[in-house]
């Protein structure tokens, strides 16, 4: 089965970066698609970008378009680069994967084979 782990939280400054990272078990060339998502404080869960493989495109939501880039840094490893941040990205971040011919699209929240634990990012 899929395993996730994120890393790569913390706090920040507004106008601050932050590189989250996601490691994937297994390897990213099993999946169809993998994706960020977040949940602030007292809200639902919303979608940030994701990414699919083959052909390569990426989302993003309308909130982070120009500030976030989501990549594949290895055959393991999703990255979100986040920059000038500010407070409406403090979230919980979540990273997400749907396998080759499991159907699921990462086309909202809920469509995913799995997500990881989440990392906390707060920016004050």
């Known amino acids: 089965h899929v395993q996730l782990v994120e890393s790569g939280g913390g706090s920040v400054q507004a106008g601050g970066s932050l590189r989250l990272t996601c490691t994937v078990s297994p390897a990213i060339a099993s999946m169809y698609c993998m994706g960020w998502f977040r949940q602030p404080p007292g809200k639902e869960r919303e979608r940030v970008a994701r990414l699919y493989f083959e052909p390569a495109s990426n989302r993003y939501a309308d909130s982070v378009k120009g500030r976030f880039t989501i990549s594949q840094d290895s055959d393991n490893t999703l990255a979100l680069q986040m920059n000038n941040l500010n407070d409406d990205d403090t979230a919980m971040y979540y990273c997400?994967?749907?396998?080759?011919?499991?159907?699921?699209?990462?086309?909202?929240?809920?469509?995913?084979?799995?997500w990881g634990q989440g990392t906390q990012v707060t920016v004050s």
């Open positions: 997400g994967a749907a396998r080759r011919g499991s159907g699921r699209t990462c086309s909202d929240t809920d469509d995913y084979d799995a």
